[in-house]
C-alpha cells in the first residue's frame, strides 16, 4: 500500500470517529434537554397537585354558599316587604284609633337593630349586596 491509500484510511478512521462523535454529543444533548424538560415538568405537576384538588373543593364549597347566600337573600327581601306592609298597616290602624280619641303609644320598632359594617342599623334599613355569581 502507498502512503497515500493509508492516508485516506487514516482520514477515513479520524473522520468517522469525528463524525460519530459530534453526531453523539448532538444526540446526547437533545436527549439530556428533553429529560430535563420532562423532570421540571413532572416536579410542577408534584408541586401543584395538591393545590389542584384544595381549589376543585374551594369552588364546590363557595358554590354551595352562593346558593345559601341567594336563598337568604330572597328571605330578607319577603321579611322586609312583609315588615313594610305591616309598618303602614300599624300607622294606619294608629291615625285611626287617634282620630276616635284612643290614645296609643308610640309603635315599637318592627326589627331588632343589629350591627352592619360596623355601623348600628335597623333590620328594614339594611341593603342586601348583590349575590350575581358574576361577581
Known sequence: MDSATWAGIVVAVLGSGLLTTVVGNIWNRKRAAAETTAVLNKAALDLFAPYQQEVKELRGEMKVLRQQNGVMARQVREFQAAQAIHQAWDVAVQAALMTHG????????LAPEFHVRGERT??????????????
Do not use: I
Request: aromatic share 4%; glycine share 0%.
Open 122 to 135: 335597623r333590620a328594614e334599613d339594611y341593603d342586601l349586596p348583590d349575590t350575581r355569581e358574576d361577581q
Open 102 to 109: 284612643v290614645e296609643v303609644p308610640p309603635m315599637p320598632p
